[in-house]
């Protein structure tokens, strides 16, 4: 059974552009959100994270939003540029938990 | 430092063969933990370990699965009889837990198997 949901497999947005990537989590046990980014051929990094206590979280041009009431997340990248193509995953996991629950990635695809 | 490095890289085998993929965690981390990902499940979490001993398998998916982690610096996936099913990218990832840590773990490049 799938906690955290990434409904969109795929995105393409233009360079410059705003690109919002969606996640849904079912668990309200969780309270720290990741998101991972992968290229192909490698495993995925880790991008930027958000605490439970927070409803944003900030790193240049990456900012993940948390919305508990909704169960829902999302990373904003802007300006998008073409390196940001990649598979980008949502985790999540709770205090009392060491293994991160992972969604089924969405691929996004910046286009000059 | 090095990272987590896994081998083999590539690894095509017919069914039915055994099959071992290794992998080596960050020297000092204490978490060993082994995803597979496939297109239809996406990163699935398959066993972790801690300081060596197996925590959770529940995600193994059937006694044709097994793992070891016989010291801290070594930890094997075995698949024996494989399947074509079982193709896919196995990652190994590590992390060390400790006050202010938040679950940022770090993956190998993995293995990518395929079983014709």
């Known amino acids: 059974d799938q906690q955290v949901k990434q409904n969109s497999p795929s995105l393409s947005v233009q360079e410059g552009r705003i690109s919002i990537l969606n996640c849904d989590y079912t668990?309200?046990?969780?309270?720290?959100f990741l998101w991972y980014k992968k290229y192909p051929a490698e495993g995925p990094t880790f991008l930027i994270s958000?605490?439970?206590?927070?409803d944003k979280n900030e790193d240049g041009r990456f900012t993940v939003f948390l919305n508990k009431s909704a169960k829902h997340l999302s990373l904003h990248i802007v300006p998008s540029q073409p390196g940001d193509s990649a598979v980008y995953f949502c985790a999540a996991n709770s205090n009392s938990g060491y293994a991160l629950n992972f969604g089924k990635g969405t691929s996004l695809l910046v286009t000059p | 430092d090095a990272g987590v490095i896994q081998s083999p890289r590539h690894e095509v085998t017919e069914m039915g063969q055994e099959v071992t993929l290794r992998c080596k965690p960050i020297s000092g981390h204490d978490y060993l933990f082994w995803y597979r990902q496939t297109m239809m499940r996406g990163l699935e979490l398959l066993i972790y370990?801690?300081?060596?001993?197996?925590i959770d398998d529940s995600g193994m998916p059937e006694d044709r699965f097994s793992a070891k982690m016989p010291n801290a610096s070594f930890s094997t996936l075995k698949i024996q009889p494989s399947e074509p099913r079982d193709s896919a990218v196995y990652f190994c990832?590590?992390?060390?837990w400790g006050l202010g840590n938040t679950g940022e773990l770090f993956f190998g490049e993995g293995s990518r198997l395929t079983v014709l």
């Open positions: 668990n309200s046990m969780f309270d720290y």
């Open positions: 370990f801690n300081n060596n001993v197996p």
């Open positions: 990832a590590s992390i060390r």
């Open positions: 958000i605490s439970s206590i927070k």
